[in-house]
């Protein structure tokens, strides 16, 4: 079934086949993470998590910029108001909500594609480690800035470990490090460097085949599985992923794969752009 698009204020959201295209668009900003921001997102990724016949999320940012990272006007607000006894801060209120946005994304059923044209700082950065494929162009610029500002990259910090490892994260967190996007490809936060504009197509269009055939379900349930197999031990795991291989080959996806093959034809589920 597919679902209506939500209705969002500083993200643009175009849908074309089983892409939905996310365009951050809050240039009075810089495209920060303010509570438009974080709620814009949180609708799109309920239409993802409920839409079937979406395969893919393309991220990315209008005006020049990626995401500038937190913000700061409604930090500094928040750091001069009385916490009363009992109440909880809502420094670390909102703190805690951005992680679980962080986590959302990460886990999101959709193939994640993030376009950094543009400053991608502190949760932009952060944003981007949550992508499952991050595309760089020379504009793009990372920074964990955080610790410039006397805070630390505390609900990122899980993210960025994970896409670039401590070393790199180390690195550039303590000493706020900016990287291009071509910086950025060498240390493995993106995937692909693109020189120009038609680089760009190129490598999206390659991309968006790519995912066109893999069955979305199946894509799914990699994903799932990929964070699993860090978390678990590896005896509970084995027990996990035989069940997972078995209900998918199983499914319609695997019924339907297989015969595709043995037809020597494409699956249903296949797209071309």
């Given at each position: 079934m597919?679902?209506?698009?939500p209705?969002?204020?500083?993200?643009?959201?175009?849908?074309?086949?089983?892409?939905?295209?996310?365009?951050?668009?809050?240039?009075?900003?810089?495209?920060?993470?303010?509570?438009?921001l974080?709620?814009?997102l949180?609708?799109?990724?309920?239409?993802?998590?409920?839409?079937?016949t979406?395969?893919?999320?393309?991220?990315q940012?209008?005006?020049g910029?990626?995401?500038?990272g937190?913000d700061?006007?409604?930090?500094?607000?928040?750091q001069g108001?009385a916490?009363?006894?009992?109440?909880?801060?809502?420094?670390?209120?909102?703190n805690?909500?951005?992680?679980?946005l962080?986590?959302?994304?990460?886990?999101?059923?959709?193939?994640?594609?993030?376009?950094?044209?543009?400053?991608?700082?502190g949760?932009?950065?952060?944003?981007a480690?949550c992508?499952?494929i991050?595309i760089?162009?020379p504009?793009a610029?990372?920074?964990l800035?955080?610790?410039?500002?006397?805070?630390?990259?505390?609900?990122?910090?899980p993210?960025?470990?994970?896409?670039?490892?401590?070393?790199?994260?180390?690195?550039?967190?303590?000493a706020?490090?900016r990287?291009n996007?071509?910086?950025?490809?060498?240390?493995?936060?993106?995937?692909?460097?693109?020189?120009?504009?038609?680089?760009?197509?190129?490598?999206?269009?390659?991309?968006?085949?790519?995912?066109?055939?893999?069955?979305?379900?199946?894509?799914?349930?990699?994903?799932?599985?990929?964070?699993?197999c860090?978390?678990?031990?590896?005896?509970?795991?084995?027990?996990?992923?035989?069940?997972?291989?078995?209900?998918?080959a199983?499914?319609?996806e695997g019924?339907?794969?297989v015969?595709?093959?043995a037809e020597?034809?494409?699956?249903?589920?296949v797209?071309?752009?």
């Amino acid at each position: 079934m597919t679902a209506t698009l939500p209705a969002t204020t500083v993200i643009q959201v175009e849908r074309k086949g089983s892409r939905l295209y996310a365009t951050i668009n809050d240039p009075s900003t810089r495209n920060a993470m303010t509570q438009a921001l974080t709620t814009d997102l949180n609708a799109i990724l309920a239409l993802a998590e409920q839409d079937r016949t979406l395969r893919t999320l393309i991220l990315q940012g209008a005006n020049g910029a990626f995401c500038a990272g937190a913000d700061l006007k409604g930090t500094n607000k928040q750091q001069g108001a009385a916490v009363g006894a009992g109440d909880e801060d809502p420094l670390e209120a909102s703190n805690r909500a951005g992680g679980e946005l962080f986590a959302r994304l990460n886990e999101c059923p959709l193939t994640v594609i993030a376009v950094v044209d543009g400053p991608a700082f502190g949760g932009g950065f952060g944003m981007a480690c949550c992508a499952d494929i991050v595309i760089t162009t020379p504009r793009a610029r990372f920074a964990l800035s955080e610790t410039g500002l006397g805070i630390a990259p505390a609900q990122i910090a899980p993210f960025v470990v994970n896409r670039i490892g401590p070393r790199h994260a180390r690195r550039l967190g303590l000493a706020g490090t900016r990287l291009n996007g071509e910086q950025a490809a060498e240390i493995g936060l993106s995937d692909f460097y693109c020189a120009d504009e038609a680089a760009l197509n190129e490598t999206l269009t390659s991309l968006l085949n790519d995912i066109g055939r893999c069955a979305p379900g199946a894509n799914a349930e990699t994903k799932r599985l990929f964070r699993l197999c860090h978390a678990m031990p590896l005896e509970e795991y084995r027990k996990v992923a035989a069940k997972s291989f078995a209900t998918c080959a199983r499914g319609a996806e695997g019924q339907e794969g297989v015969r595709a093959f043995a037809e020597k034809r494409p699956a249903a589920w296949v797209e071309k752009l």
